[in-house]
T-cell receptor
Framework: DGGITQSPKYLFRKEGQNVTLSCEQN?????MYWYRQDPGQGLRLIYY???????QKGDIAEGYSVSREKKESFPLTVTSAQKNPTAFYLC??????????????FGSGTRLTVV | AQKITQTQPGMFVQEKEAVTLDCTYD???????LFWYKQPSSGEMIFLIY??????QNATEGRYSLNFQKARKSANLVISASQLGDSAMYFC??????????????FGPGTSLSVIP
């Protein structure tokens, strides 16, 4: 079955440490996205990528970095510059067509905690 | 500016009753799509239903229906015959077709639904 795999499910980060969240999809989707979700709140867009080797900042990109070297993969690095990284991170993908009648496909999320 | 508004932070419904979750949106795009997602406590986002701005009929998917009132910019989700498994966060979302350079879906703040046995 096609889908999106996020790993790890839980991640603990020490102060000043960079960590990388993995996101892999086998849906042959062109577009991929990273969202941050804080408790009881909605989703905020961190970065998106419409095509391999191209990505753009979303609404809250500061302190984060991404790469898109393969169509299937869109890893997110939470850098030490991100002062409040504790949150739930969701990766999503879509075929990239704005007229599509279905929404994004989401991974199961990574819960990041600073210790 | 907030494009998606969900005014009910929390809702309770008795099992087997119907419940309506409110959503209003703001766009000047002549063509757009509206979605509802369910997020259980496990965290995954589950796509429930879609309504296109030019669709004449309200969308339905099993126990879910979308009450689309275009002139009022309203896209309420109706869940019939609530089940305990319906307890979750529900997000309304919108995709603008022309007024965006990429496939951008905007999410509302969510409504927490609790089904009472």
């Amino acid at each position: 079955d096609g889908g999106i795999t996020q790993s790890p499910k839980y991640l603990f980060r020490k102060e000043g440490q960079n960590v990388t969240l993995s996101c892999e999809q086998n849906l042959n989707h062109d577009a991929m996205y990273w969202y941050r979700q804080d408790p009881g709140q909605g989703l905020r867009l961190i970065y998106y990528s419409q095509i391999v080797n191209d990505f753009q900042k979303g609404d809250i990109a500061e302190g984060y970095s991404v790469s898109r070297e393969k169509k299937e993969s869109f890893p997110l690095t939470v850098t030490s510059a991100q002062k409040n990284p504790t949150a739930f991170y969701l990766c999503a993908s879509s075929i990239g067509a704005r007229g599509a009648s279905y929404g994004y496909t989401f991974g199961s999320g990574t819960r990041l905690t600073v210790v | 500016a907030q494009k998606i508004t969900q005014t009910q932070p929390g809702m309770f419904v008795q099992e087997k009753e119907a419940v309506t979750l409110d959503c209003t949106y703001d766009t000047s795009d002549p063509s757009y799509g509206l979605f509802w997602y369910k997020q259980p406590s496990s965290g995954e986002m589950i796509f429930l239903i879609y309504q296109g701005s030019y669709d004449q009929q309200n969308a339905t998917e099993g126990r879910y229906s979308l009450n689309f009132q275009k002139a009022r910019k309203s896209a309420n989700l109706v869940i019939s015959a609530s089940q305990l498994g319906d307890s979750a966060m529900y997000f309304c979302a919108m995709r603008e077709i022309y007024k965006t350079s990429y496939d951008k879906v905007i999410f509302g703040p969510g409504t927490s639904l609790s089904v009472i046995p």
